[in-house]
Structures are given as C-alpha cells and as structure tokens.
C-alpha cells in the first residue's frame, strides 16, 4: 500500500498528489507533462518532494516534517523507467541479478520462466529485441524482491504487435508473483486492460480517480483529460 | 648510473606515481563529476593547480612541506623516513604533478556515464559505493585508463619540481629530464640525445595510447 501526499515544484510546473493506493495494480493514466514518472521518481527516491510524505506499506520512505528521505537503495522498490537502462557491461544474466537479495523468495527460475528470458540469460544486452529488453528490465527489477513494482509506460517504446505480445507477460507477473504494481500509461486500452483502479492526472493534479469498469463508461470528450489517449 | 639504469629508475617510480594517483584521483574525480557541494570550484581549482604553477614553485611548496622541519617531514621523520632528496621525493613530486591531469581525463569520463544507470542500480539495492565500483567505474574505464596513461607520461616527463624536492643526486633521483638537463649543461651531448630519443619515444607511445583509450572512451581530446 502506497501513501502519498506530494507537492513538487519545478519551475512553473507544480505537482500536488495525495492518494492512498491500496489495489493491486493501479494505473497512472495522463498526458505527457501530467506529472505521471515525476510521481514514479518521487516514489523510488530518485526526485526529492518539496513538501509532503511517502510511505509504502506502513514505512516513511520520506517524510519532510518528520526529516525522513530514505536513500534509493533502502526503498525496495523495483522501477522499470521509459528507457528501461540496462547495464551495458553487463549481460543479461548479471543485469537480472543484479539486485538478488540473499534469502529472497523469489527464484531466477522462477522469473526466468514467467518472463521466458532463460534462453537470453548469457546473452550481452547490446543483441536483444526491444521486447526482450522489456521483459529483462522486468526481471531484473522483480529479481530485487520490490515491495512495489514501478513500471513507466513499458508499452510505449514497442510496436502494436510488440504490444500484443509482452502486455500478458506482465499480466502474469501481476497475477502470479502478487507484487503491487504502479504502471503509467498514456494508453486508454493499457490502462482499462491493466489496472483495478486507474488515477488520472492532469497538469500535477488528480483530476479523476475510480475502477476500470467506471472508466472505460467514461464517454470520450476530446476536452476531458480522462479522455486523452 | 648508466643511460639503461636511469631510464629504468624513472619508469618504476613514474609507475609507482601512477599506482598512487589512482586512489585519490578517482575519488577527487567522482566528486567533482557527481557531487554539488560548497567549496566545489575551490577544491577543482585547487587539484589543477600544479597543472598552470611553475613546476618549481610546486616544488618548493612540497620541499617545505616534506623537508625534516616541515609539518609532513616532521611527521613521517619521525617514523624513521625521509624524503628529501630521496626517491621517495621523485615519486611525490611525479605524483603531485601527475595528479590534475588523471583527475580531469577521468571526471570527464564520469561525466560521460549516463546517471540513469546509476539511478537505476540504486533502486536495485545498490549501495552508492557498490553503484560506484559495479556501474560508475567500470563504465569510465576506458577514461580511467586514459588518465593513468597520461599522468604516467606527465611523470615521466617531470622535471621542475623534481630538481627541487629530489635534486639530481646519481644513482639515487636522478630521472631522464633532470639527466638530460646535467648532460647537456656538462657537454655530454651523446648521452643527452640517446636519453632525448628515449622520452620523446615514450612520451610518443603514451600520449598515443591515451588519445587511443579516449576515443572509446567517447572523450573529446
């Protein structure tokens, strides 16, 4: 269960947050500039609030009254962004396991065939297909044992056809390992697929925010940003 | 000491500099790289100093700070080492000189490293030392080799302030510059050029070899 309650300015834009997100799998769902991997980021400790608190499952991962901002590495939290960043000197198998805690849960092989990355594992990054990176990213994020799982617009870089093929993937991530997942998305289709509740933000705000049964009743109004694909 | 055994003594001590840059070096450069802090521009002027002073004003500042009375010379006299006009005087001299320019091949080379990597081994548990010395280093090796590369060829090469700390004693500091200076104000022409022929081949093979590391490395040169 994440907390939040956020202000974060940056220049003219201003970006103020405050949800409790206790589902699943909840979908960040807006325009681009909405404020959606500013959240992301503030999240996973890679952007400080200006004001506010997060707290994940009960733990102040910051907290500007209390004096609290966790380090990056002390959130455990797994975050795949935009540009999914993996370790160019390393190969598949090293990235995955990258972040491996002892005495996790969770198996390389386990992962491994939920993702179907066994057969890249000792293949260098540089020779894989935007798909696989995908789900390697994925796996190397999971393999950290998260308590959160923060995956930015994962489907926005791969075409429709790459779309069809990895969307079940972390379907079954979400339904298999039962790790909360916070996906952002400009994807109406993603978004209503996805989530079990979808919070729509536009320009640093949450203008809507309900089930993906609501949403998908919503009527397309080309002014509504609930709207906006 | 012949013409073989001073080429030889300035190698070891310009390695041995090398090896010693390397430590502070890359800490000076990763905070320069990735650290705001106060006093930042003060602490990256201060490490390119001795690239721009008279390299016999550095060597007068290190002679008061290593000389028996001075707050370094004290310290370590104490313990039963000296310094002064010892060969332990050229390797501090070749490393002080040797120091900036490692320091600014391998910063940049840091700066190179896209931060997302970083970003993104922290969230995966990384501890800042580890993202350091898993992603950030071995990133910038071709920058680091670059650098040491260049800081070897700028020690071998030290002259100012080695004649200061270190003098010219046979045998004992006497390194290819400060050689080639002594032969050539004695007249012994001969040996001056062979040693000429000997650091300009090295200065050539390093200085090679460096713009080679810098290129993959992606710096600009």
């Known amino acids: 269960m994440i907390a939040l309650d956020l202000r974060i300015e940056q220049g003219d834009f201003v970006l103020q947050v405050r949800e409790r997100l206790e589902e699943r799998a909840v979908v960040l769902f807006g325009r681009s500039g909405s404020g959606k991997t500013t959240i992301l980021d503030a999240i996973a400790g890679l952007r400080t609030p200006s004001a506010g608190a997060i707290a994940l499952n009960g733990r102040d991962l910051f907290n500007a009254a209390r004096g609290i901002d966790l380090p990056p590495h002390e959130r455990h939290i797994g975050y795949v962004p935009q540009d999914i960043a993996l370790f160019p000197h390393l190969n598949v198998r090293r990235n995955v396991l990258y972040g491996s805690r002892r005495g996790q849960t969770l198996s390389l092989d386990t992962v491994g065939s939920i993702l179907e990355i066994d057969a890249l594992l000792d293949r260098g990054v540089g020779m894989l297909s935007g798909g696989e990176r995908q789900r390697v990213a994925l796996a190397r994020a999971l393999m950290s044992a998260p308590e959160v799982l923060l995956l930015d617009e994962p489907l926005a870089a791969v075409d429709l056809e790459l779309r069809r093929r990895i969307l079940p993937y972390l379907e079954r991530v979400r339904d298999a390992l039962a790790v909360p997942i916070l996906y952002v998305t400009h994807d109406r289709d993603e978004a209503r697929r996805f989530a079990d509740r979808i919070v729509v933000l536009d320009r640093g705000t949450v203008v809507w925010s309900g089930t993906s049964a609501d949403f998908a009743a919503i009527r397309s109004d080309p002014r509504d940003p609930r709207a906006s694909a | ?221």
């Not at chain 2, 800490?27 to 008279?54: D, H, K, Q």
Request: charged share 15%.
């Open chain 2, 1 to 221: 000491m012949n013409l073989w055994e001073i080429t030889a003594f300035t190698v070891v001590t310009a390695l041995t500099a090398t090896a010693l840059m390397i430590p502070p070096g890359l800490f000076l450069a990763w905070l320069l790289a990735r650290r705001r802090f106060r006093g930042r521009l003060l602490l990256e002027t201060i490490v390119s100093l001795p690239l721009v002073m008279p390299p016999v004003a550095t060597g007068l500042i290190l002679l008061l700070l290593f000389s028996p009375r001075g707050p370094l010379g004290r310290v370590l006299a104490s313990a039963g080492i000296d310094v002064v006009f010892t060969w332990r005087a050229v390797v501090i001299a070749m490393t002080v000189m040797g120091l900036p320019l490692f320091v600014r091949t391998v910063r940049a080379g840091i700066e190179q490293v896209d931060r997302r990597y970083e970003a993104m081994a922290s969230t995966l548990g990384a501890p800042p030392l580890r993202v350091f010395y898993s992603i950030t280093l071995p990133l910038a090796l071709p920058a680091l080799a670059a650098g040491a590369v260049l800081g070897f060829a700028r020690a071998i090469g030290e002259f100012g302030a080695t004649i200061m700390i270190a003098g010219s004693i046979p045998g004992v500091t006497r390194t290819l510059p400060v050689a080639i200076y002594t032969f050539a104000e004695t007249g012994r022409d001969r040996e001056a050029a062979i040693l000429l022929g000997v650091s300009a081949a090295i200065a050539f093979v390093a200085l090679w070899l460096s713009n080679h590391l810098s290129a993959r490395a992606g710096l600009r040169t």
